[in-house]
Structures are given as structure tokens and as C-alpha cells.
């Protein structure tokens, strides 16, 4: 019974104090100054440093007859692969990016691989190819979605889109992903040129 009894007397003290800090830290971190309107400055520290701590990565989706452009900000890396994955997979994350049919239902990202030849491999599901819909210009978008966003990112020389690993002639049939993708997205194109031969 004493045992315990001690046991609770050095307990309560130890409680009570990291209960109290807890109260004091939040109170200075994070509670406004109702006399000033202003937060503490050393939230606003802390606000700051978190801002400097992080870096823009462009995410390019389709949307209507182009592409838009979306920034997402992610912790500072200095690792290219990070933001390459951080990037594509935003871009087929449709929870985050505003148009929910650019992409074929389920396709996703298996993985990103970058070459000494200085292209970076775009892995993709196989329901990028099976769940396809769409004309010529839905496609090309596609293709021009994944390609700016990965090179607004990374440094890099070109695209390369592989299916479930490995190389296949075209998306939805109207567009060579055998090699390379450079060729296609960096091509001056008329949108009612490619509609006509949709």
C-alpha cells in the first residue's frame, strides 16, 4: 500500500507538470492575442519556416481544349524522384486535381524511374489504355499533361510512358507512346485539326 501511495506522489507531479507545458506551449504557439488581433510572433515564426521548408511543384492537367495548371507546395527535397513522384502522382490523383474525367478511370502511377540517358520512365496501370474514352485531342492531352509536368519539375531530356512496364504502340489509337514523348507534346497543333482527325 505504501509502495503505491509513493509511486502516485512522484506520478502526480510528473502529470501535472507535462500538462501544464502542454497548456503553456499551445497557449503561446498557437493562441491569437485577443487584445491585438495578431498571432504570436512565435507562431508566425513557426508559420514561416514551415513556408521556407517548402517548394512549388506544377501539376499540368487537361481541361477542356487545353491544359491548366495547378501548384501544389511540398516539403523542400532536393531528391528530383520525390518531386517527379509527387508530381505524376498528383496529376492522376483525381481527388486533387479539379477535372475528374481527364484521365481514364483507375489508371495509376506503378512507378518512376529516371535513366542515365536522361529520360525519366512513366510507369502507368493498365487502365490507362483499357478505360480510354476519347478522341484525339483527349489523348494528346493526356500525353502533354504528363510530359510538362514531369519537365516543369525535373531536369530532364524527355518522357518516356510505359504500360505496366513496358513499351506500348499508342493509348487510345491515335498517338505513338512507342518512344519518347518529346515528339508529340512539344508539337504545334490546331485543336480543330486534331478534332477533324479524331
Known amino acids: 500500500m505504501q509502495k503505491s501511495k509513493l509511486i502516485f506522489m512522484v506520478l502526480l507531479p510528473i502529470v501535472v507538470i507535462m500538462v501544464g507545458t502542454t497548456a503553456v506551449y499551445y497557449y ?68 486533387a486535381i479539379p477535372n475528374k474525367e481527364a484521365f481514364p478511370s483507375n489508371a495509376r502511377v506503378l512507378g518512376i524511374y529516371y535513366g542515365i540517358d536522361k529520360i525519366l520512365y512513366v510507369d502507368l496501370s493498365s487502365e490507362i489504355k483499357k478505360n480510354f474514352q476519347g478522341d484525339a485531342l483527349k489523348e494528346f492531352l493526356i500525353i502533354k499533361s504528363i510530359y510538362e509536368t514531369a519537365t516543369s519539375n525535373v531536369e530532364l531530356d524527355d518522357v518516356q510512358i510505359l504500360i505496366n512496364g513496358k513499351e506500348e504502340d499508342t493509348i487510345g489509337g491515335h498517338y505513338s507512346i512507342s518512344a519518347p514523348i518529346k515528339r508529340i507534346a512539344t508539337q504545334e497543333v490546331k485543336i480543330d485539326e486534331i478534332q477533324k482527325h479524331g
Open 28 to 95: 503561446i504557439m498557437w493562441k491569437d492575442d485577443s487584445r491585438s488581433g495578431s498571432t504570436s510572433l512565435i507562431a508566425l515564426k513557426e508559420r514561416e519556416k514551415l513556408l521556407s521548408d517548402a517548394q512549388d511543384v506544377k501539376v499540368f492537367y487537361p481541361d477542356g481544349a487545353a491544359l491548366n495548371i495547378m501548384v501544389i507546395k511540398i516539403k523542400q527535397t532536393f531528391d528530383s524522384m520525390k518531386v517527379a513522384e509527387t508530381a505524376i502522382g498528383e496529376l492522376f490523383n483525381l481527388n
